[in-house]
């Protein structure tokens, strides 16, 4: 184990669901980020809290709601997903990332039916 | 914006042989980072390089950097069959931010 737990591994929803991702860390970082990973795609940063700010969003639709109740929790919420939602999410977090990079989540595998 | 860039090819080697991926970066950069991914898992940071250091050994592992050419290039020596994964790159841009590459696939034959 990395340090970085999330749940659930795997999800299978309808597109008129509503889940939560959930992310946990008890490593001190104060940043925490969502990626998601998409066959044949580059990894994708969607949301960033830093102290518990979000401080990045790119982009992302509005399906997608990220919630950070304090340092050692990231939750991502899911409602009205789309199929080509379909992928890995991955959560990461750092203390400082220039010299020790991100540690990360083993991910939820997400399929959108 | 991604930054580091594999060479997009995807190794098969025998085990015992060593595997040699490349990355390029577009932008200047305090240092660059190695992960390994296990097929539907989180990425492990494997190793890092600052950009004042043209080489570094960890292991099995052996990373070069040329900034000149911005690229680097990740040596796995004597391969197992546990070092199947895909292979990252990644730069730091912006806020502290990670840039990943598109990942290199290595598939080690027992």
């Known amino acids: 184990e990395t340090g970085v737990t999330q749940t659930p591994r795997h999800l299978v929803m309808g597109m008129t669901n509503k889940k939560s991702l959930k992310c946990e860390q008890h490593?001190?970082?104060?940043?925490m980020y969502w990626y998601k990973q998409s066959a044949k795609k580059p990894l994708e940063l969607m949301f960033v809290?830093?102290?518990?700010?979000?401080?990045e969003n790119n982009s992302v639709p509005s399906r997608f709601s990220p919630e950070c109740p304090n340092s050692s929790h990231l939750f991502l919420h899911l409602h009205t997903l789309q199929p080509e939602d379909s992928a890995l999410y991955l959560c990461?977090?750092?203390?400082?990332?220039?010299?020790?990079?991100?540690?990360f989540g083993s991910g939820t595998r997400l399929t959108v039916v | 914006s991604q930054q580091g860039e594999e060479d997009p090819q995807a190794l098969s080697i025998q085990e015992g042989e060593n595997a040699t991926m490349n990355c390029s970066y577009k932008?200047?950069?305090?240092?660059l980072q190695w992960y390994r991914q296990n097929s539907g898992r989180g990425l492990v940071h494997l190793i890092l390089?600052?950009?004042?250091?043209r080489e570094k050994h960890s292991g099995r592992l052996r990373v070069t950097l040329d900034t000149s050419k911005k690229s680097s290039s990740l040596l796995i020596t004597a391969s197992r069959a546990a070092d199947t994964a895909s292979y990252f790159c990644a730069t730091v841009y912006g806020n502290n931010r990670l840039a990943f590459g598109k990942g290199n696939q290595v598939v080690v034959i027992p």
């Open positions: 932008t200047s950069i305090n240092n």
């Open positions: 490593l001190g970082h104060n940043a």
């Open positions: 809290y830093s102290l518990e700010e979000r401080v």
């Open positions: 990461a977090s750092s203390q400082d990332p220039v010299n020790y990079g991100y540690t």
């Open positions: 390089i600052r950009s004042n250091e």
